[in-house]
């Protein structure tokens, strides 16, 4: 008997012994349950390991096989094309995400479908593919933001277009695209008259993104919005 053991009263080890036996009269009770639960969980998991190696892998495969040409197409300004393919030997964005849409790739096709759109003046159906693209990469994900903002531009919400120039700025978070998206809010918050705000994102460029060439000229905006205050 260990000291520990030799320390305890009669009323503790009564008690222990009490919760041990409790304790297998659960499992002996309830043991068929929980095997049937353990094996639901073991299939569950062996169900989602095959599905991904027997389905998605070699969709994903598929699928990024099929990017190549539209990615040269959108490269070279070729957005129809990128977009629709030719039914030939280019596979277009919206074949992809038509075709491939549990895949990774299928969703960056999202992001390439919504530029193509926006750069053909089909403002509202590139919004709709930029809003479906599900990315935290730290250049295309705030590029989609910067892209709706374009796009709510052309469409004349131009309140919720700011609201998107500074939510990429925010993601983004860098000197290449944060102060362009800063200048395009400031511009369309002079656009609203809601002057306070442009020079507090043209101050932003100016304090935080100094050495950037949106800062270069920055000044004469700051001093523009505040006479217009």
Same mark, same amino acid.
Request: net charge negative; aromatic share 10%; charged share 25%.
């Given at each position: 008997?260990?000291?520990?053991?030799?320390?305890?009263?009669?009323?503790?080890?009564?008690?222990?012994?009490?919760?041990?036996?409790?304790?297998?009269?659960?499992?002996?009770?309830?043991?068929?349950?929980?095997?049937?639960?353990?094996?639901?969980?073991?299939?569950?998991?062996?169900?989602?390991?095959?599905?991904?190696?027997?389905?998605?892998?070699?969709?994903?495969?598929?699928?990024?096989?099929?990017?190549?040409?539209?990615?040269?197409?959108?490269?070279?300004?070729?957005?129809?094309?990128?977009?629709?393919?030719?039914?030939?030997?280019?596979?277009?964005?919206?074949?992809?995400?038509?075709?491939?849409?549990?895949?990774?790739? *299928?969703?960056? /096709?999202?992001?390439?479908? &919504?530029? $193509?759109?926006?750069? #053909? !003046? +089909?403002?509202?159906? @590139?919004?709709? =593919?930029?809003?479906?693209?599900?990315?935290?990469?730290?250049?295309? *994900?705030?590029? /989609?933001?910067?892209?709706? &903002?374009? $796009?709510?531009?052309? #469409? !004349? +919400?131009?309140?919720? @277009?700011?609201? =998107?120039?500074?939510?990429?700025?925010?993601?983004?978070?860098?000197?290449?695209?944060?102060?362009?998206?800063?200048?395009?809010?400031?511009?369309?918050?002079?656009?609203?008259?809601?002057?306070?705000?442009?020079?507090?994102?043209?101050?932003?460029?100016?304090?935080?993104?100094?050495?950037?060439?949106?800062?270069?000229?920055?000044?004469?905006?700051?001093?523009?919005?505040?006479?217009?205050?």
């Amino acid at each position: 008997m260990s000291e520990n053991t030799k320390n305890q009263n009669p009323i503790e080890l009564e008690n222990v012994q009490e919760a041990l036996t409790k304790s297998e009269q659960f499992i002996e009770k309830y043991q068929k349950q929980m095997l049937i639960g353990l094996a639901v969980v073991v299939v569950a998991v062996s169900g989602v390991l095959a599905f991904n190696y027997a389905y998605i892998k070699p969709k994903e495969r598929k699928a990024e096989a099929a990017m190549y040409k539209a990615e040269i197409a959108f490269q070279q300004d070729s957005f129809k094309l990128a977009l629709n393919g030719n039914g030939a030997d280019v596979v277009g964005f919206q074949s992809i995400i038509d075709d491939y849409g549990i895949t990774k790739s *299928a969703n960056v /096709a999202k992001f390439y479908a &919504g530029i $193509c759109n926006k750069n #053909l !003046g +089909n403002y509202e159906q @590139a919004v709709k =593919y930029l809003k479906d693209f599900d990315s935290d990469d730290k250049m295309m *994900a705030p590029a /989609a933001l910067s892209a709706i &903002g374009d $796009c709510q531009i052309e #469409l !004349g +919400n131009v309140d919720d @277009a700011a609201d =998107y120039f500074v939510k990429a700025a925010d993601k983004a978070n860098n000197e290449l695209l944060s102060p362009i998206c800063l200048k395009k809010a400031g511009l369309a918050y002079e656009n609203l008259k809601k002057f306070d705000k442009a020079v507090d994102v043209y101050t932003t460029i100016k304090e935080k993104y100094f050495n950037t060439p949106e800062a270069a000229d920055i000044e004469k905006y700051i001093e523009r919005a505040k006479l217009n205050q």
